[in-house]
């Protein structure tokens, strides 16, 4: 019998329940490889009636979130909140911390948001944060921002990060339908939820290009500054080029010692640049160094057991291995044009 | 000042010397953010006398391999050997494991041939094992493969991950040249080492691909039951369809619970697949798994400074995180040609 590690879930949406499911598919792989066994000690609802996808007879549901942030059997806190609630995913991540549990997180929003409280806090309490799941999914973006390229200097940081508006994007551009059209089409199809208007005006790419550029950079741009470019009202016609194709793009460039340029928004990329092989739900993130050069990830931006997958890393993670964040400076980037950004 | 930790190298050519300048230019940065310093207690070569790219004067150069692997000052060992002398490469190494120092491997050679035992004895010494530049240069693959998919299943790893093959298939076909003057040219342009059958043949993508599976899927593939297809007797016009480009790849795919099919060699690859953007030296990885779906990776597979920067990565890594590499069993693959073989 390993050593009992009690988990502590914040939500338990679809992401929740695959995690859960995770956990209880792979109880002997992490007996035998890790010597440790995970206990799920109480789980947070909202609502406590509402069916759920998994069977949750011996797990104890509560809609008080001090049964997790304060229960001291609890070791690590999982948080699956979703993107409501932001101000109550924070105070009560915040609070684990200084409760001395660690975290993995997936909330995007809430993180590109509190994101430096929440790291800054995870220092000062010695606890270990990952939030692997909040930005490019399957990628493990931010595990390779957090251990490569030290002492090294990231240079470039650019991508796409949204799926919606590449379904949206493609559908305009191979079916020669409107954009209201393609993103009717998109909710029917699952890439999209009922609310995208932060993914179309490129909000959800600015918060994960945020996050990427605190471990990336080391440096905490304000958002106030960047205008994201939506991609609602673009003319695909007269955009699009011979060869190439127009996606939703974040772009971060260091140009000098204190200076960051930056751009979210519609591109087009010429037919020779591996993003064009973006599609569906996939993500591709490149990272350029002055050393290692450049770099490319690409995989599985959403789905419930994809994003449960890269938890349950992150879950293991936080019990194997030690990160302290390196200091974050705040900046006030610069920004450019779709027009005069070369990838 | 903060904790000293003694340092030994294993070689000193290109990649060695740029270890050696990476630590030095980052001194004040592994202070302030490890609250380490690395000092380099003593550097094991060949000829004390050959000219070095760096400045020697304060190192201590010694062509007796015990004032490394038995010297109690040093902690970690940074072994840059090349490929000739796998043997002693191997034995030194071995000893430093069992004198209980951490290991930064990149001779992928002695890697495929000893990497088992070493692996194990890592496990039985209680030290870490680390050697992401032997597979693919600055490509996180290594890592990624020992910290992700944890639980999940991976299927298939596939891709490009050598550098000559490359630049001779690609000079072939853009240039209408024959083999001998691609390779001719390969070597002229820094692509091709004097002796490059290796590469050509594909045993050193054989080489990779072992290294690869260990890591991935939990086995040891026996060499001696898969033949590489050398790309030195290809005809690149007849098998290269319209659209298609030639690359040396690997593919290794899990057929069953028991299975392993793997090709290593020649493949024409359809427009669409985003390895037909690997160029130059660069490399690609594919890697599939049941839960988390297809991830890929790409980066350069080889340069001094580059090797040398992930070299220094793997060195932070080994005094800030704990990995013990799982069971792995010995396996005799099916073969794949070619035709059947699709990506």
């Known amino acids: 019998m390993g050593k009992v590690i009690g988990i502590g879930f914040l939500g338990l949406g679809v992401v929740g329940s695959q995690v859960i499911s995770y956990i209880n598919e792979n109880r002997e792989y992490v007996k035998e490889v890790y010597g440790m066994e995970f206990s799920v000690k109480a789980v947070y609802v909202r609502d406590i009636n509402k069916k759920r996808n998994i069977d949750t007879s011996d797990v104890f549901l509560t809609t008080n979130i001090a049964d997790i942030v304060e229960n001291p059997e609890i070791q690590v806190c999982v948080e699956c909140m979703g993107g409501a609630g932001m101000e109550e995913t924070y105070k009560a991540v915040m609070k684990s911390i200084q409760n001395g549990k660690h975290i993995v997180m997936s909330s995007k929003k809430c993180l590109a948001t509190y994101g430096m409280k929440l790291m ?8 270990q944060l990952r939030f692997e799941a909040s930005v490019g999914g399957c990628i493990p973006i931010c595990r390779s921002l957090m251990q490569m ?8 940081i650019y991508g796409i990060v949204n799926a919606t508006s590449t379904y949206v994007l493609s559908a305009m551009e191979n079916h020669k ?62 955009t699009n080029q011979a060869g190439t194709i127009i996606r939703q793009i974040f772009y971060a460039e260091k140009t000098s010692a204190e200076d960051i340029c930056c751009f979210v928004g519609p591109k087009a ?3 020779n640049h591996m993003l064009q092989s973006v599609s569906e739900n996939y993500n591709m993130i490149f990272v350029e160094s002055k050393h290692s050069g450049l770099r490319a990830y690409y995989g599985k931006g959403a ?17 194997q291995n030690k990160y302290r964040f390196e200091d974050i400076e705040p900046i006030i980037c610069n920004c450019l044009t779709s027009e005069n950004l070369v990838l």
Do not use: H, W
């Open 120 to 127: 800054e806090a995870s220092n000062q309490y010695n606890i």
């Open 149 to 156: 390229s030290k002492g090294d200097e990231i240079r470039k």
């Open 177 to 238: 339908i409107s954009f209201s059209e393609a993103l009717q089409q998109a909710k029917a199809k699952g890439f999209a939820e009922n609310n995208s208007s932060e993914d179309i005006m490129g909000i959800d790419t600015l918060n994960k290009m945020r996050i990427l550029l605190r471990l990336g950079m080391k440096v905490d741009v304000d958002c106030r500054y960047i205008e994201p470019v939506s991609i609602e009202n673009i003319d695909i016609e007269a």
């Open 269 to 271: 990329l010429n037919s």
């Open 303 to 319: 789905g419930g057991r994809e994003t449960a997958s890269v938890m349950f890393d992150d879950l293991i993670d936080v019990l």
